[in-house]
């Protein structure tokens, strides 16, 4: 007898054990299969903020939740179809997000009486029988079960069981007709030096999916078909990969070098260790003592002609922002990414949010005016990565790039573009002038970038206030409102430069407007898809341009009868709305280190209407 298949058009899975179960591998691994498969797919890594929780506690459970389909995927998914679990603690935390009548594929070796006395549970429950009421039950002992497969092994049991997540792995590939190849090549890739650990892992995926094959009239299997995705080539895309890859192009399509400057800090690192990986296109990194040191090294490195970058996130941006003051002064081209976390101060450290839109657009002393810019999905990372580029370089101007926890852990399927279609950038570098002046203006308020060592083109840099044209130093009251002024329209000539704000979706007749900005995206279009099919006329539009806004958004927000503005902060933007345009919008705000369901989205338009 074998078992029944059944087609479904999407699926989300959270894979849930201790920090040290593998799970982020263990999920990646699957995005990616999944991905070269042909599904549409978008992926949420839950990390725990102690470098080490107790093992066995709910406090150091680590997650990954996939949603993966057939059809076009906008979030990770609400509520899960699968919980895959290796200890107690994890189906603790996570049972709240099963669906009822969802599939439990857990490790029963995690629930002997050590682990439920860690997750907390009463030494007399048993949590995987009270579950099965309103769930199916797929029990294993994994542990046991990746140990007699790899005992033949010269590996130590505590080794031996490092190797549990790939049992696991093999057996979800063997309940969604995966192939085992990819995961087989990036193992051997991974363990080059240590072969024997390269075997165990793939005897390991091997045993998960022979399980699979051996018990298969117990278990119903599933099929989701590939995505009917725009023609292009794809590869699985993580945000922060995606945004250092875009940092790359831009300073090839400029012709400069690319100097990047930081100081390690979740969930920013990333973004330093990809770029680290790119010597070959003239990328320079540089790991600094401190916030402050790789700010000025990234300015230094403008001054001297390369395109100068720097990340962090909420807290090491608040110590870098007397240098972003400071390149704003002296009007070089300097992007400054921030990945956001939970705060205030240290805050949650793995956790996300979206609390530092303020802090990028009033943030610094003085009048201080910078373009802000926000990423909303990983796969436009790279793109937006490239923008922040462009306008940095193409109007001297420091640029803060925002993104966020959710944005840069997730991955999602990236058509990437060939280097032709990517625009040119076109700094405006002067080569030579017979009466050269550091602050004369031309087009949009920008001045020219004379890099060190030209004849002829010697001019003062610091953070006192300059003369108008020359640049000197200047404490005259009617200079000082000038230049505050001219930086100013600066900034709003780039305005000029930045797409208008096309709806997502719905139209201007509709009765309400769903605005958002960054990664918000997902919840809110899955949402806004939702209300429209329950007959709600809603419509969606979405910010990446936050500073200077898009000039037709204040007719756009008059068109409707209400806005609502979600965000993950106490309301931000929303009060950036009301203070420009005078509208009354209304804020939808979520802080809990977790992103948006698009329910929480559809309720709060359902309440709103019933108001109305």
């Known amino acids: 007898m074998t078992s029944s298949t059944k087609v479904v058009e999407k699926t989300a899975i959270l894979f849930a054990g201790d920090s040290g179960d593998g799970i982020q591998l263990t999920g990646f691994e699957f995005s990616n299969t999944a991905a070269l498969y042909g599904n549409d797919l978008s992926t949420f890594p839950d990390f725990p903020a102690e470098i080490r929780a107790p093992q066995g506690t709910v406090s150091g459970v680590s997650g990954f939740k996939l949603n993966f389909g057939s059809t076009q995927i906008n979030t990770p998914g609400g509520m899960i179809d699968v919980l895959v679990v290796m200890n107690a603690a994890a189906l603790k935390k996570n049972l709240h997000q099963l669906k009822p009548n969802g599939l439990i594929i857990c490790n029963s070796a995690g629930f002997d009486k050590r682990n439920l006395k860690l997750a907390k549970y009463?030494?007399?429950?048993?949590?995987?029988?009270?579950?099965?009421?309103?769930?199916?039950?797929?029990?294993?002992?994994?542990?046991?079960?990746?140990?007699?497969?790899?005992?033949?092994?010269?590996?130590?049991?505590?080794?031996?069981d490092r190797s549990k997540n790939m049992f696991v792995l093999g057996f979800i590939y063997w309940l969604y007709h995966r192939n085992l190849d990819h995961t087989e090549n990036f193992i051997r890739t991974k363990f080059k030096s240590k072969p024997e650990v390269a075997e165990a892992n793939i005897m390991a995926l091997k045993a998960g999916y022979n399980y699979g094959i051996t018990t298969e009239s117990a278990f119903e299997?599933?099929?989701?078909?590939?995505?009917?995705?725009?023609?292009?080539?794809?590869?699985?895309?993580?945000?922060?990969?995606?945004?250092?890859?875009?940092?790359?192009?831009?300073?090839?399509?400029?012709?400069?070098?690319l100097f990047f400057g930081s100081?390690?800090?979740?969930?920013?690192?990333?973004?330093?260790?990809?770029?680290?990986?790119?010597?070959?296109?003239?990328?320079k990194t540089f790991q600094a003592e401190d916030e402050i040191a790789a700010i000025g090294a990234a300015i230094g490195a403008s001054f001297g002609g390369m395109l100068g970058i720097t990340a962090s996130s909420g807290p090491g941006i608040a110590l870098k922002q007397e240098a972003i003051g400071l390149a704003t002064m002296i009007e070089l081209p300097l992007v400054i990414l921030n990945v956001q976390r939970g705060g205030p101060s240290t805050g949650l450290p793995t956790k996300t949010e979206q609390a530092d839109l303020m802090q990028a657009i009033y943030g610094r002393?003085?009048?201080?005016?910078?373009?802000?810019?926000?990423?909303?999905?990983?796969?436009?990372?790279?793109?937006?990565?490239?923008?922040?580029?462009?306008?940095?370089?193409?109007?001297?101007?420091?640029?803060?790039?925002?993104?966020?926890?959710?944005?840069?852990?997730?991955?999602?399927?990236?058509?990437?573009?060939?280097?032709?279609?990517?625009?040119?950038?076109?700094?405006?570098?002067?080569?030579?002038?017979?009466?050269?002046?550091?602050?004369?203006?031309?087009?949009?308020?920008?001045?020219?970038?004379?890099?060190?060592?030209?004849?002829?083109?010697?001019?003062?840099?610091?953070?006192?206030?300059?003369?108008?044209?020359?640049?000197?130093?200047?404490?005259?009251?009617?200079?000082?409102?000038?230049?505050?002024?001219?930086?100013?329209?600066?900034?709003?000539?780039?305005?000029?430069?930045?797409?208008?704000?096309?709806?997502?979706?719905?139209?201007?007749?509709?009765?309400?407007?769903?605005?958002?900005?960054?990664?918000?995206?997902?919840?809110?279009?899955?949402?806004?898809?939702?209300?429209?099919k329950d007959g709600y006329?809603?419509?969606?539009?979405?910010?990446?341009?936050?500073?200077?806004?898009?000039?037709?958004?204040?007719?756009?927000?008059?068109?409707?009868?209400?806005?609502?503005?979600?965000?993950?902060?106490?309301?931000?933007?929303v009060r950036?709305?009301?203070?420009?345009?005078?509208?009354?919008?209304?804020?939808?705000?979520?802080?809990?280190?977790?992103?948006?369901?698009?329910?929480?989205?559809?309720?709060?338009?359902?309440?709103?209407?019933?108001?109305?």
């Open 122 to 160: 009463s030494e007399d429950a048993n949590p995987l029988e009270e579950v099965e009421s309103n769930h199916k039950v797929i029990s294993i002992d994994i542990t046991k079960l990746t140990r007699d497969a790899l005992k033949q092994t010269a590996l130590g049991t505590k080794e031996r």
């Open 221 to 257: 299997r599933f099929e989701v078909k590939p995505a009917k995705l725009p023609k292009g080539t794809y590869r699985n895309i993580v945000g922060n990969q995606g945004t250092a890859l875009g940092f790359t192009a831009a300073a090839e399509k400029a012709g400069l070098k």
């Open 263 to 283: 100081y390690p800090i979740t969930p920013a690192s990333d973004v330093l260790h990809e770029l680290a990986k790119h010597k070959n296109f003239g990328v």
């Open 365 to 532: 002393n003085g009048e201080a005016p910078v373009p802000v810019i926000a990423i909303h999905k990983p796969s436009e990372a790279f793109n937006l990565a490239f923008t922040a580029c462009k306008i940095a370089l193409e109007h001297m101007t420091p640029v803060m790039l925002l993104s966020d926890g959710y944005v840069a852990n997730g991955a999602e399927p990236w058509r990437f573009p060939q280097a032709a279609e990517l625009p040119k950038i076109n700094p405006p570098i002067l080569k030579s002038s017979e009466n050269y002046l550091p602050y004369e203006r031309g087009e949009n308020y920008v001045r020219q970038w004379a890099i060190p060592g030209s004849k002829g083109l010697e001019h003062r840099v610091g953070g006192l206030e300059k003369e108008d044209l020359t640049g000197n130093v200047s404490y005259d009251p009617d200079n000082h409102e000038k230049m505050v002024k001219l930086r100013q329209a600066k900034l709003d000539a780039i305005a000029n430069f930045i797409p208008e704000l096309e709806l997502d979706s719905g139209s201007k007749d509709d009765d309400l407007l769903i605005l958002g900005w960054g990664s918000t995206y997902g919840a809110i279009k899955v949402a806004g898809q939702n209300l429209r």
């Open 537 to 573: 006329n809603v419509a969606h539009a979405h910010l990446t341009h936050l500073n200077p806004l898009p000039k037709n958004l204040g007719e756009l927000l008059k068109s409707y009868n209400q806005v609502l503005i979600p965000e993950l902060n106490n309301g931000q933007l």
């Open 576 to 612: 950036i709305i009301r203070d420009k345009y005078l509208v009354d919008a209304i804020g939808l705000n979520k802080i809990k280190g977790l992103p948006f369901l698009a329910n929480e989205i559809e309720n709060q338009v359902k309440e709103m209407h019933t108001a109305v």
